[in-house]
């Protein structure tokens, strides 16, 4: 799949799934491409930057995903 055709492919998800626009500039799925994420991967971190969490905070936490709940406490706890 070519940059084009993921960016194509993510902004068709995202209008399948009742967003009017991206999300997500061209310059942050180009990103996303580049690094080897998934469109589920993207629309993901979509979801997540619609909700108004940073697009860093969004790719750090997908990356994360081995953590537990519990792993996070202790980091707003303090």
Not at 20 to 34: C, D, F, G
Not at 39 to 68: E, H, K, M, T, W
Request: proline share 3%; net charge negative; hydrophobic share 35%.
């Amino acid at each position: 799949m070519t940059e084009e055709q993921y960016i194509a492919a993510c902004e068709k998800g995202y209008a399948y799934y009742g967003f009017t626009e991206s999300p997500l500039s061209i310059a942050e799925l180009a990103y996303l491409y580049r690094e080897g994420f998934s469109v589920q991967d993207a629309y993901s971190v979509a979801c997540d930057v619609n909700a108004d969490i940073p697009f860093d905070d969004a790719v750090q936490a997908l990356c994360d995903v081995d953590r537990g709940w519990f792993d996070y406490a202790e980091e707003y706890e303090r």
